[in-house]
């Protein structure tokens, strides 16, 4: 039996002869890791600190108005609280994972290889989406006056997209990749059929005041939206930017499309009579007083 040393041996004699070329060599490439920096975790904190804020700015707004008028308030200060949560788990280091994908390496004179790309994906931030982006949908919905049962398409349809955009991120595989991020296109298209189409047609009957404002409202959410997928789609899915890119893009979005949209949405629907939701009963009285004749109950 041949010892290594030996083998060692015949190799450079056989390598350094005339006429002999050098045995080519393959040395792997190290794994590739992409996590956010300093830059990254700082707008974590940032976009944190900014939805903190709009949450005690929208419960300020609440005590102006009655209890039984408070619904748009619960809801988008619900919103906000929701968001900067999930920036406190992703900034303290406890919303995140890395997903690892293999890519190829092509050689000309030498077997192809591939090295391993992990990219840290921020799952919170689908938990965040999953919860709030029905939410804003409610609100859609309650200010252009839509049934029940778009609503509930819409929401359904919804918490599809963000699931599948989750799925799609930690797909390990460019077919399960893309497969659920076409699933999550078309979720969203049937998001805005049922909001956005039945919304105006809906909102028509209340006047041109609340057409107006819902229309506005209804595109500056659905135009955001779209810059998601577009997002995703050089980011957690082509991986073509850095991950502090990524987020700081998203921290913009997110308080666009939640703290700004908010902001607007109480600011103005109070000078649209028409798309108040007055909610009474248990929410506006509790149960104590139930059964009990009430002054402003109609006789």
Excluded at 37 to 52: C, E, K, R, Y
Excluded at 88 to 94: D, K, N, R, W
Excluded at 199 to 224: D, I, N, P
């Amino acid at each position: 039996m041949l010892h290594y040393d030996q083998v060692a041996e015949m190799l450079a004699t056989a390598t350094s002869a005339p006429g002999v070329k050098p045995i080519p060599t393959i040395i792997p490439t190290p794994p590739e890791f992409q996590r956010a920096t300093d830059s990254g975790h700082t707008a974590l904190w940032i976009v944190f600190a900014l939805m903190v804020v709009a949450s005690a700015v929208f419960t300020g707004l609440s005590w102006k108005v009655p209890v039984s008028r408070r619904l748009y308030h619960v809801i988008t200060t619900l919103i906000t609280i929701i968001a900067a949560l999930s920036y406190f788990a992703m900034a303290t280091g406890a919303g995140q994972r890395f997903s690892c994908t293999r890519t190829a390496d092509r050689h000309d004179k030498v077997p192809d290889t591939h090295h391993v790309v992990c990219r840290e994906i921020y799952w919170a931030r689908y938990i965040d989406w999953a919860l709030t982006t029905p939410l804003l949908l409610v609100d859609l919905a309650l200010l252009a006056g839509i049934d029940g049962a778009h609503t509930f398409m819409a929401v359904a349809a919804d918490v599809v997209m963000v699931l599948s955009g989750l799925f799609a991120a930690y797909g390990r595989s460019h077919t399960a990749k893309w497969g659920w991020f076409t699933i999550a296109c078309i979720s969203y298209l049937v998001v805005i059929w049922h909001i956005g189409g039945h919304g105006f047609r809906l909102v028509q009957a209340k006047g041109a005041k609340a057409k107006r404002l819902f229309a506005s409202l209804a595109v500056y959410t659905f135009v955001l939206w779209t810059l998601y997928p577009i997002v995703w789609g050089v980011g957690d899915g082509a991986r073509r930017i850095k991950v502090n890119t990524d987020i700081i893009t998203y921290a913009v979005l997110d308080v666009l499309a939640k703290g700004v949209f908010g902001l607007w949405l109480l600011w103005s629907h109070r000078s649209v009579p028409e798309t108040n939701v007055e909610v009474g009963g248990y929410w506006s009285h509790g149960l104590a007083s139930e059964g009990a004749i009430r002054l402003d109950d109609d006789a």
